[in-house]
């Protein structure tokens, strides 16, 4: 399964690639960080990154986007601009009919780490060693957006398993 990981942001949107299975090595396949400037109006820094994402879907072919669930924060602008990057996010994979699934960061974190409170440098080090880099990405949105993918992998693959189990199961009895 190859898995897109996005870490939505209007200033840095964490992109990541990672292909794998369940009970399988992982393998990192691409990890960089759109950047926009918060000095050019909103509407073009969101085309930026819409062409940034469309780029990575095209070139990268995922069997799943998996994105950041925007959870609420004291800062609405910060909100604002991640909810607007997600939702690009999500338009981009449903035009193109791949599957999408939002993750919360406490579920990323307990995945990789095994713990739901586990800070960004716990993160980044787990993501190293899960893909066995030399390093943690950087900056964090890069490590975030692999996190998101790994988890994916982790917990998407095992769904996509036990509903293919209780679909054939459903089909053998009368």
Known sequence: MRVLGIDPGLTRCGMGVVEGDVGRPLRLVDVNVLR??????VAIRLVTIEKGINAWI???EPDAVAVERVFARSDVS???GT??????????????????????PSEVK???????RADKAQVGAMVARLLRLDA???PADAADALALAICHIWRGGAQARIDAAVAAAGRRTP
Do not use: C, D, F, W
């Open 36 to 41: 926009t400037s918060a000095s050019v109006p």
């Open 136 to 138: 943690p990405p950087k």
């Open 58 to 60: 095209e070139e990268y």
């Open 110 to 116: 307990a995945a990789v780490s095994g713990n739901g």
């Open 83 to 104: 909810a607007q990057a997600s939702g690009l996010a999500l338009v981009a994979a449903a035009r193109r009919g791949i599957p999408v699934a939002l993750h919360t």
């Open 78 to 80: 910060t909100v604002m």
